[in-house]
């Protein structure tokens, strides 16, 4: 069984860092891909990061490219999400999903065939990043 736990979330001054936790069991890392997303009270969730295992490729949303990176642990048992420089407009819950993605041929095949949140059927249950102004 795929399970994912998050942590890591809370109450930060803008300016400030945080970093997220997903721990993953029930699956070993070769050819899934893990991604957070986040969602804000009246809006639809959104891909924030995304780490593909099978070819190694890292994709950002634009609003997070240069602040947020995403990262695993040698173990392959945690993936991590380090937030800088956060704004006010990053507060909501973040989700880490996972989801079996092969890619063998190596096909870079973009952001958003990897931020559509429907398409992805593993999650956990959400931490709460909140940032003050």
Do not use: H
């Not at 860092?17 to 969730?45: H, K, M, N």
């Not at 937030?83 to 092969?102: H, I």
């Amino acid at each position: 069984e795929v399970r994912l736990v998050e942590s890591g979330g809370g109450l930060v001054q803008a300016g400030g860092s945080l970093r997220l936790s997903c721990a993953v069991s029930g699956f070993s890392f070769e050819d899934y891909a893990i991604a957070w997303f986040r969602q804000a009270p009246g809006t639809e969730r959104e891909g924030v990061a995304c780490l593909s295992f099978s070819d190694r490729r890292i994709y950002y949303a634009d609003s997070v490219k240069g602040r947020f990176t995403i990262s695993s642990d040698n173990a392959k048992t945690t993936v991590y999400l380090q937030m800088n420089s956060l704004r006010p407009e990053d507060t909501a819950v973040y989700y880490c999903a996972a989801d079996y993605r092969p890619n063998s041929s190596g096909t870079d095949y973009g952001p958003a065939y990897y931020f559509d949140a429907g398409a992805w059927p593993n999650w956990g249950q959400g931490t709460q990043v909140t940032v003050s102004s």
